[in-house]
């Protein structure tokens, strides 16, 4: 049970579960926020020690400046990269 309803309301009337409107991931993020990143979530070794080339790691300031199509153009450590959807959605606020 336990993390399972984490992030979500449970609507006791109709039994239903819904998604927190909360942002989990980069993709979601809003333009221009500063996040703290939780966590970098992918079971592929090499994207999570690309992400952390960029300073993409637990604890660390992220900022999304913008969106071009799939990809999100981010702010870390004073520098600004470009990421595609799949990154975005491994870094989690």
Do not use: H, P, W
């Amino acid at each position: 049970m336990g993390n399972t309803f984490l992030g979500r309301i449970f609507l006791g009337v109709c039994g239903k579960m819904v998604q927190n409107s909360s942002v989990t991931n980069l993709a979601n993020a809003k333009f221009d926020k500063e996040y703290t990143i939780k966590e970098v979530k992918t079971e592929d070794e090499e994207i999570k020690s690309f992400l952390f080339t960029l300073g993409c790691y637990e604890g660390e300031i992220v900022t999304v400046i913008s969106k071009i199509s799939e990809n999100y153009v981010i702010s870390v450590k004073d520098a600004r990269y470009s990421i595609d959807k799949d990154l975005a959605e491994a870094i989690i606020i």
